[in-house]
């Protein structure tokens, strides 16, 4: 699916993970993009705020975020730190591949663990981050990367500390 040009998120809006990544399916207004920072500032800001900072109406910066949510522009989710939640192993795991490369990334995002699957230009087809609770599941789930169709070979680069993990990069 592709986003078409013309947006409802005023001139446009952008998916993160939608046609190539170095040319955004539609555009944002300086207005949606405003939007966008203030929520990865803090996702628990009020509408009141969103549209004074912008110069909105509540009511037309709820339906401006409602727009770039059902658009798929954005998400507003909460991030939490998986050791905190039980989850005391992550791993991003380099994958080659044959054949095609987007058959096999689109079968591991089907697993249960793998909270992210990019596919990539250099030694690995993709690489695929996974989160588990132990070192028991992470072996487990690397076995089932290993078994699937067109899977050559992987390589696991176990996480020993997370050093930094934000998503208010902006809208630049």
């Not at 966008?36 to 401006?64: M, N, P, T």
């Not at 690397?142 to 934000?166: A, C, M, P, W």
Request: glycine content about 8%.
């Amino acid at each position: 699916m592709r986003i078409p040009r013309k947006s409802a998120c005023g001139e446009g809006g952008a998916h993160p993970t939608m046609g190539p990544m170095t040319e955004p399916s539609v555009r944002l207004d300086a207005t949606a993009k405003r939007i966008i920072e203030l929520l990865q500032e803090d996702g628990r800001i009020s509408y009141a705020a969103i549209a004074k900072a912008v110069g909105l109406s509540e009511a037309a910066a709820r339906a401006r975020v409602q727009k770039l949510l059902d658009s798929e522009v954005m998400q507003v989710v909460a991030v939490t730190d998986p050791t905190q939640v039980g989850f005391t192993r992550q791993a991003m795991i380099g994958v080659r591949t044959e054949g095609d490369p987007m058959k096999v990334g689109d079968r591991l995002a089907e697993v249960r663990e793998v909270d992210y699957v990019v596919t990539t230009a250099g030694s690995f087809d993709l690489l695929v981050e996974v989160v588990c609770e132990d070192d028991p599941h992470l072996l487990d789930v690397i076995r089932q990367i290993r078994e699937l169709d067109g899977v050559v070979s992987s390589e696991t680069f176990v996480y020993l500390k997370l050093n930094k993990q934000h998503y208010n990069w902006g809208t630049r």
